[in-house]
Structures are given as C-alpha cells and as structure tokens.
C-alpha cells in the first residue's frame, strides 16, 4: 500500500490534555481521554522536521495488540480503539484517526520509566563498559555487548517530558514512592516483560528491553501509554542475533545511524529525512508488527469498510 503524507499534528475540538514528543492527547468526559498517535519522531531528544508515514498506526496497533494479550493478569488504560467509539463529534475525522487513536481511562501517571533489560545493549551497555554496573548493581566481569542476562533486571529511569530520562538506582524509586509500590512496579513490569519475551520468542524476535509506563487508578496500579512498541522496546531478529555484535533492531535506530553519520550536532533544528530513510524506516515499523502479530498493519478494502463503520 503506497503511504500518505505523515500526520505531523492534530488539531481536534477537544481540551488538549498534552502534546508529547509522538502522541497528542485530548479531554473526553468521565474521566476519559483520547490519545492520538501521529507519525512524528523524535531522535536525541529532538523532534525532526519530517515524520515516519504510518509510525502512529503501528504504534496504536501494537499496543492495543499486547494490551489484548495481558490484560488478564496486568490492567491497563484502554477503553476502545473502535472508529464507532468515537465521539460523535469526531465521526468525520475518522478517516485521519482510524487505527492511530485509542480511548482511554485517565490515570494519575508515576513519574519512572519501569525499564526490564534481558540483553546487555544500549545505555545498560555504555553504563557497563564505563563501571561494570548496570543502574549501580555491580554485573559479572568480562560481558560483551548484546550478551544475554542471566536473570532480566529492572532499572527505573525517571520520567523527564522534556529531556533524556535518567536511569537510577531501585533504592531511590522506593525512596521517592515507597518500598511497597516500587515492589509492585518492579514485580508487575518483569512479569510483562517474562511475557512478551517468550511470545516474541516464539515469533523469531528477541525482545532485548523494554520500558513501560503506570499510573493509578484509584489505589489500582494499571499499564498505561504505549506497550511493547518498537518506540519503547528493542527487538532483534533471533537469527541475526549473537554475543559480541550489535544486532540490527525494529525500530528507530536506522535513523539516528543516519543522523549520526550526516554530521548532525544533536541540537535544534534537525535535519530533513531522506526519502530512502523514511521508507526503510517506515518499512522496519511495519514488518515489527507483521512479525509479532502475523497479520498486515492494512486491510483489504472490503474489510477496511467495515473497520471504519
């Protein structure tokens, strides 16, 4: 299916609740709120100027997808991501929200990344070669990267909506929430990742780590935001996966290599993507999806009809 134009902004009749650096999220009634996933992407903090045609669907998909598969034993904030669900007001914009909004019940979020690693990669492996620690807990000598975990651990990262989220230690997230809910995010995100990894694995992914987001409900805590998305995780293909390399992932890294090899000083404003990096992009997006669910992000016509309402 040729890609349309990237939806770089929404402009709904609705209270905005938050503009993000993805997601712009708007006011509904009962304590309810419409999240819209547009096409923007953000690389070093930074949101570039052109966007990942589709990123936003896939992003929607994916999460309503594994909101599916864990609701059982983990809650979540999800209401519906139906097109007749809509408010009325919204029925004409379905056509720009279909399959990219979800709606969902407002929660008071915790301010920490729940970061599970499994895999010694990204900032863990920077952390690991420059202390032999990961989140300050002292790891076996003589790792490499991509390496596999003995056990996944847990590493918060503070929440910062304008900046790098920091990682930190466990101790200061029980000191700043509680012992007795930072053990129920730590218990509640390792059982999402034991989850997931073992469904990935069973679809040839690799899920090295991943982030997650709560909030509460009452005194309920509940999964909120995106899940298992390639924007807050990183899967690698298992066949191309081995200790010692730098496995190729489903996501934005395609992105910052190029921003990275083009000279870029990582501060505003960013460069234009390439047209040949937009689509490999937005291709990498959409075959993470295809892998995970074994089904096309699009419909065929007759059934997309009936999608929409």
């Known amino acids: 299916m040729t890609p349309g134009p990237a939806l770089m902004e929404t402009d709904i009749d609705l209270p905005l609740f938050h503009r993000g650096k993805v997601r712009d999220t708007y006011e509904l009634h009962d304590n309810q709120l419409l999240m819209v996933a547009t096409d923007r992407i953000s690389a070093f903090d930074v949101i570039l100027p052109n966007g990942i045609p589709d990123k936003g669907k896939v992003l929607t998909q994916l999460s309503i997808w594994w909101f599916s598969q864990t609701h059982a034993f983990q809650e979540n904030h999800l209401v519906s991501g139906m097109v007749p669900d809509l408010p009325g007001a919204l029925k004409h914009r379905r056509e720009e929200l279909a399959g990219r909004f979800m709606v969902v019940r407002k929660a008071q979020r915790i301010d920490f990344e729940c970061v599970v690693r499994g895999y010694l990669a990204g900032s863990a492996w920077a952390e690991y070669r420059e202390s032999g620690a990961i989140a300050g807990e002292q790891m076996p000598k003589g790792m490499v990267e991509s390496e596999r975990l003995a056990t996944p651990i847990f590493t918060p990262a503070t929440k910062n909506d304008s900046?790098?989220?920091?990682?930190?230690?466990?101790?200061?997230?029980?000191?700043?929430?509680?012992?007795?809910?930072?053990?129920?995010?730590?218990?509640?995100?390792?059982?999402?990742?034991?989850?997931?990894?073992?469904?990935?694995?069973?679809?040839?992914?690799?899920?090295?780590?991943?982030?997650?987001?709560?909030?509460?409900?009452?005194d309920r805590l509940v999964l909120i935001d995106e899940a298992l998305t390639p924007d807050s995780s990183r899967f690698w293909d298992r066949a191309r996966w081995a200790p010692g390399l730098t496995p190729p992932s489903f996501d934005k890294q395609y992105v910052r290599d190029w921003l990275t090899a083009s000279g870029w000083n990582k501060e505003p404003p960013a460069p234009e993507l390439p047209a040949d990096v937009v689509d490999k992009t937005r291709e990498l997006y959409l075959s993470a999806y295809k892998q995970m669910t074994t089904r096309d992000l699009f419909f065929k016509e007759e059934e997309r009809s009936r999608w929409l309402g």
Do not use: C, P, W
């Not at 990682?167 to 034991?194: H, K, P």
């Open 163 to 218: 900046g790098h989220d920091e990682n930190v230690s466990f101790q200061r997230m029980a000191d700043e929430l509680g012992r007795y809910r930072a053990d129920q995010l730590r218990t509640a995100s390792l059982g999402l990742y034991a989850f997931a990894a073992e469904a990935a694995e069973k679809k040839g992914l690799i899920l090295a780590d991943t982030k997650f987001e709560f909030g509460l409900i009452g």
